[in-house]
T-cell receptor, first 117, second 107 residues
Framework: NAGVTQTPKFQVLKTGQSMTLQCAQD?????MSWYRQDPGMGLRLIHY???????DQGEVPNGYNVSRSTTEDFPLRLLSAAPSQTSVYFC????????????????FGNGTRLTVT | ELKVEQNPLFLSMQEGKNYTIYCNYS?????LYWYRQDPGKSLESLFV?????AVKQEGRLMASLDTKARLSTLHITAAVHDLSATYFC???????FGTGTRLQVFP
């Protein structure tokens, strides 16, 4: 069982470059989300999706785009990287956050450590 | 805007001692989650609390939820070194996380 798979594990970008962080889950989860983790600030929600074709903004969406064309994949795009985006990025998924599957916690990927110089 | 606050942010405790981590949140929510993160690792789910008065226990950890007070606690009983990690609470409503409590248990 692969669970939530994130690639790459490490990435170094120059300011202004763009890139896509990949996230895939094989649990048929409807809900997927992206967080960034910075020292002393916990995890902050960037974007989330409640199902294929549906995305919404979280706490810190600026500078990031997402799409959800399939249930399995939820890529995060950095449009023009900035040093302030240096962070560890986690993708997570869950069956659902409401209704019948309320007992489902988030399953996290192993993270992508991004450095922007 | 939902705010989730944990305290303390850092906790250094001796093996065998008891302590409680607090998680306060600012808006109504019936569900709260606790996670553990080891250094350099991903997050692991510990507890899912689904209603007011919910209490769950696993080993030396016990979590409770008071939705009226908007407060959850994570109680550590007779701490051991293996519990050293960072603990996060997260509130439903897009799963907003607290800043985490870094726990260090020393002999």
């Amino acid at each position: 069982n692969a669970g939530v798979t994130q690639t790459p594990k490490f990435q170094v970008l120059k300011t202004g470059q763009s890139m896509t962080l990949q996230c895939a889950q094989d649990m048929n989860h409807e809900y997927m989300s992206w967080y960034r983790q910075d020292p002393g600030m916990g995890l902050r929600l960037i974007h989330y999706s409640v199902g294929a074709g549906i995305t919404d903004q979280g706490e810190v969406p600026n500078g990031y785009n997402v799409s959800r064309s399939t249930t399995e994949d939820f890529p995060l795009r950095l449009l023009s990287a900035a040093p302030s985006q240096t962070s560890v990025y986690f993708c997570a998924s869950s069956r659902n956050l409401a209704g019948l599957h309320a007992n489902s916690p988030l399953h996290f990927g192993n993270g992508t450590r991004l450095t922007v110089t | 805007e939902l705010k989730v606050e944990q305290n303390p942010l850092f906790l250094s405790m001796q093996e065998g001692k008891n302590y409680t981590i607090y998680c306060n949140y600012s808006t109504t929510s019936d569900r709260l989650y606790w996670y553990r993160q080891d250094p350099g690792k991903s997050l692991e789910s510990l507890f899912v609390l689904l209603s007011n008065g919910a209490v769950k226990q696993e080993g030396r950890l016990m979590a409770s939820l008071d939705t009226k007070a908007r407060l959850s606690t994570l109680h550590i009983t007779a701490a051991v070194h293996d519990l050293s990690a960072t603990y996060f609470c997260a509130v439903e409503n897009k799963l907003i996380f607290g800043t985490g409590t870094r726990l260090q248990v020393f002999p």
